[in-house]
Nanobody, 122 residues
Framework: QVRLVESGGDSVQPGGSLRLSCAAS????????MGWFRQPAGKEREGVAV???????RYADSVKGRFTISQDKAKRTVYLQMNNLNFEDTAIYYC????????????????WGQGTQVTVSS
């Protein structure tokens, strides 16, 4: 059974930092794209960052230079380091995984975590 379990969401002030973690189990981790998506209240879900088995990485323009995705393959865990957070980063952040790139590009990975709330407020 595939499981993606996110942690690390919290409430922070503008300019603050958070690190999200996603622990994966139930599939061959090295064969999968791993990614972070987010959904602000009342808005559509959007891609944030993705990483593949050879550490190829892509970021949404809105987070470039502020967010860093990384992974520890031995721990089957993907991370999202978020720096210089602003109000527009407030959202539920979801970890996702898929064996193929195409669904990831379309924002439709096969597997999803339950989400973790990130709130940026003063």
């Amino acid at each position: 059974q595939v499981r993606l379990v996110e942690s690390g969401g919290d409430s922070v002030q503008p300019g603050g930092s958070l690190r999200l973690s996603c622990a994966a189990s139930g599939f061959t981790y090295r064969d999968y794209w791993m990614g972070w998506f987010r959904q602000p209240a009342g808005k559509e879900r959007e891609g944030v960052a993705v990483i593949d088995s050879i550490d190829s990485i892509r970021y949404a323009d809105s987070v470039k230079g502020r967010f860093t995705i990384s992974q520890d393959k031995a721990k089957r865990t993907v991370y999202l380091q978020m720096n210089n957070l602003n109000f527009e980063d407030t959202a539920i952040y979801y970890c996702a995984a898929d064996q193929f790139w195409s669904p990831v590009v379309k924002g439709q990975p096969k597997y999803w975590g339950q989400g973790t709330q990130v709130t940026v407020s003063s």
